[in-house]
């Protein structure tokens, strides 16, 4: 007689099929629809896009001519990457780009991991019941298994990355100053997206960052046809391979159709601008105006097959540094009235902006 199955339907989840599709390379987390998300080094982030930049998408970021933000989400996407041993290519218009690996955020170590390794030399002295004990020892199991170390690391851009996230990583790094052309950086490209095809069975997303493309030190700033024909074969690239391409260019510096096309091409959109020291208009306006160091807008966000748009509860953030080390985004904030110390307009209980209340009061 056959032995009796567990019965199955269309609603039932398929829990073999799902771990079986599972990434086996950390920084790689699944999303709707199929897609894969990569992470780009900054939590909140993450968090904005609806998980981090899409598996096989092109991401531009639009520069400040004023202020370079664009390297602070630059430095966070390399170190990330180097972090979860993914491979890398960085091009810029420098003479030496390879100096500015110096220059990536190392991750910072939370107390949490620190009193953990404390608690685990001493783990022999406690005298815990032993279902105690081993719940705390499946909480602390859960912990690192959803931590930040396995998707996003918390970076401290204080502190350079230490050399061993360095050592037997594939880092190509590639000057685009004395370029005349883009031909030998796309056939470049061509063979490390080649390396990591689309399979499955085994992912390890590889990542792809050009500084400033549109920069005058290159010979080729002034062709924008032959700029724009290699970002359209690098997004087919990048679509047909496990990689997530970061591209950084100043509006400022090429005509406004070239910008418009260049945005077109993008399946992520941010852009980053700088604050003013002393604005007071804005200062009355937002709260927390001293603690920010720039703005990041988001203009479009990857969707991948699906044709549904992304609503995002707000398109503009505030970058801030917390404790000088880490970069954080939060959303703009209104400040208070008058000056006072209670709460803001929007949520003040009367309509007026009078902080004396009375029977009728509009």
Request: hydrophobic content about 35%.
């Amino acid at each position: 007689m056959a032995a009796n199955k567990p019965r199955t339907t269309s609603f039932s989840r398929n829990f073999s099929a799902a771990s079986s599709t599972a990434p086996h390379a950390p920084g790689l987390k699944h999303g709707p629809n199929g897609t894969m998300f990569l992470s780009s080094g900054i939590l909140d982030l993450d968090k904005i896009l609806g998980g981090g930049f899409a598996l096989g998408s092109l991401v531009m970021v639009m520069e400040d001519p004023e202020a370079p933000h664009h390297m602070l989400l630059l430095r966070n996407f390399m170190s990330q990457g180097l972090v979860h041993h993914q491979p890398l290519i960085y091009a810029s218009s420098a003479k030496d780009p390879r100096g500015f690996l110096g220059t990536l955020p190392n991750p910072m170590v939370s107390k949490d991991d620190k009193s953990r390794v404390h608690e685990t030399e001493q783990e022999k002295g406690l005298r815990i019941a032993w279902q105690y004990k081993k719940y705390f020892g499946e909480h602390n199991s859960e912990s690192q298994k959803d931590g930040k170390s396995e998707y996003c690391s918390n970076f401290d851009l204080r502190k350079p990355l230490e050399r061993h996230f360095f050592s037997g990583q594939r880092i190509d790094c590639v000057s685009l100053k004395e370029s005349a052309d883009l031909a030998t950086f796309q056939e470049h490209c061509s063979s490390f997206l080649s390396q990591t095809p689309r399979d499955n069975g085994n992912i390890a997303g590889g990542r792809i960052a050009i500084q400033s493309l549109c920069s005058p030190q290159c010979e080729f700033s002034n062709k924008e046809w032959e700029m724009l024909s290699f970002i359209r074969s690098l997004k087919s690239l990048v679509r047909l391979s496990n990689a997530v391409a970061v591209l950084t260019f100043a509006p400022s510096l090429v005509s406004t159709a070239f910008s418009k096309r260049l945005q077109h091409l993008a399946d992520t959109l941010v852009s980053v601008k700088a604050i003013p020291d002393e604005d007071k208009e804005l200062a009355k306006l937002l709260t927390g105006y001293q603690d920010m160091v720039g703005l990041l807008s988001v203009h479009k966000v990857a969707r991948i097959n699906t044709q549904v748009p992304a609503i995002l509860e707000a398109t503009t953030f505030s970058m801030k540094l917390q404790k000088r080390r880490s970069l954080i985004l939060e959303c703009l904030n209104q400040a208070p009235v008058d000056g006072s110390s209670g709460a803001s307009y929007a949520s003040s209980g009367s309509c007026s902006g009078s902080s004396k209340t009375g029977a009728l009061d509009f």
